[in-house]
């Protein structure tokens, strides 16, 4: 039998991923549905070297890794809405100390404590906005589980990139559901490694100045250089300032290296498109159910194909734009009130022939939901 091969839940293929990686330090507190991440984690990081703990409280567990990432750690930590929400004032620091770390939202049912046990998709604009103040980031998803295992490998490699968090936005059914994971070879996929600098004990470092390529050597905090680290806006030693000259060219940094890139960190999946004239667009355990309608009505006849989105933001725009130029309309299939919906709207070039199909009960939509949105859509002539 090939130890490569694994029967797991999508949550397993996420710590799959995350050791893969090279996780060193995990640290989080329970909620459903992301517990069994925490669960595996606890008795399969520590076997590897590496670090666990259980914190008191979500907000414990950000400020943890951070602290862990500025060791010279790679690290990560995995919640669900309620937890994702206290963890807000601790991503904003690691967003303007630009601290690589890896943040897992396992979606459920909200606000508030919602629906605990249910899926849900309601936490992408959170992911992008729940932070206050300008800033960028970066948040992934993914709807099968080689692709939750293939998406952690790649938050840690942003992360490290860029010096930035990224999110890992998954949902219940995904995290639930059980398939084949073929978990590759060492080495089959690139690995990137913390960045540090080559400034030698007592010289004069600076935490915060990039190099000619935009990236930022880090030295591991508590070893051989001393250096401030603050989420206020700070100089290149990483000394508070208001000098408005310094905080512009920070604030422009911060987002500039993520939206700058963006076409590095944009991953998606195409199917059927090159004669199709009705796109739909999806994501996450939703995208199952979109790929099932479009294979089955193109034994139809029924010219359909889909993007299945994997990096929501930075959001795709030009992608969408393009792809759907020649298509009679656009579906978005996605379980909230829709927040991608939004978003391509606001990209394509013929807004009021972009419709939604979506759930908001807590059941996974289906691809009979979908199909009543297409024959209402049909029957309209669009």
């Known amino acids: 039998?090939?130890?490569?091969?694994?029967?797991?839940?999508?949550?397993?293929?996420?710590?799959?991923?995350?050791?893969?990686?090279?996780?060193?330090?995990?640290?989080?507190?329970?909620?459903?549905?992301?517990?069994?991440?925490?669960?595996?984690?606890?008795?399969?990081?520590?076997?590897?070297?590496?670090?666990?703990?259980?914190?008191?409280?979500?907000?414990?567990?950000?400020c943890a890794i951070i602290g862990a990432s500025l060791t010279g750690r790679k690290v990560m930590t995995a919640t669900s809405g309620p937890g994702f929400s206290l963890k807000q004032e601790a991503l904003g620091f690691a967003i303007m100390a630009e601290i690589p770390c890896v943040v897992v939202n396992v979606q459920r049912g909200g606000p508030s404590t919602g629906n605990p046990t249910h899926v849900s998709q309601g936490d992408v604009n959170q992911s992008r906005w729940g932070v206050h103040g300008d800033h960028a980031i970066v948040t992934l998803t993914a709807s099968n589980h080689q692709d939750v295992f293939k998406m952690t490998v790649e938050a840690f490699n942003i992360a490290e990139t860029y010096r930035t968090p990224v999110i890992l936005l998954f949902d219940e059914v995904v995290g639930h559901l059980r398939e084949k994971l073929v978990i590759p070879d060492e080495g089959e996929i690139p690995l990137v490694k913390r960045l540090r600098t080559a400034v030698k004990?007592?010289?004069?470092?600076?935490?915060?100045?990039?190099?000619?390529?935009?990236?930022?050597?880090?030295?591991?905090?508590?070893?051989?250089?001393?250096?401030?680290?603050?989420?206020?806006?700070?100089?290149?030693?990483?000394?508070?300032?208001?000098?408005?000259?310094?905080?512009?060219?920070?604030?422009?940094?911060?987002?500039?290296?993520?939206?700058?890139?963006?076409?590095?960190?944009?991953?998606?999946?195409?199917?059927?498109?090159?004669?199709?004239?009705?796109?739909?667009?999806?994501?996450?355990?939703?995208?199952?159910?979109?790929?099932?309608?479009?294979?089955?009505?193109?034994?139809?006849?029924?010219?359909?194909?889909?993007?299945?989105?994997?990096t929501l933001w930075p959001f795709p725009s030009q992608l969408i734009r393009e792809r759907c130029e020649q298509a009679h309309y656009v579906l978005v299939v996605e379980m909230n009130m829709g927040q991608i919906l939004r978003e391509v709207k606001n990209a394509v070039n013929f807004p009021e022939k972009v419709f939604l199909a979506n759930r908001i009960d807590g059941s996974l939509i289906s691809d009979a939901d979908i199909r009543n949105i297409l024959r209402i859509i049909q029957g309209k002539g669009v």
């Open 1 to 62: 039998m090939n130890a490569n091969i694994k029967f797991v839940q999508g949550n397993e293929a996420c710590v799959e991923g995350a050791l893969y990686a090279g996780l060193d330090f995990f640290a989080g507190y329970p909620i459903t549905p992301s517990t069994e991440i925490m669960e595996h984690l606890a008795a399969r990081l520590p076997r590897q070297g590496g670090k666990f703990i259980q914190m008191e409280d979500e907000i414990a567990s950000m």
């Open 201 to 310: 004990e007592g010289t004069d470092y600076h935490p915060y100045l990039p190099r000619e390529d935009g990236r930022l050597p880090m030295s591991d905090f508590g070893s051989v250089h001393r250096y401030n680290v603050t989420g206020l806006y700070h100089d290149m030693w990483g000394f508070p300032t208001d000098d408005p000259k310094i905080v512009k060219g920070l604030q422009r940094h911060l987002v500039d290296k993520i939206e700058s890139n963006a076409h590095q960190v944009q991953k998606y999946k195409e199917f059927y498109l090159d004669d199709a004239e009705c796109i739909l667009i999806s994501y996450g355990s939703s995208a199952r159910s979109a790929l099932h309608v479009v294979k089955n009505r193109r034994l139809r006849g029924e010219k359909l194909g889909l993007i299945e989105l994997q």
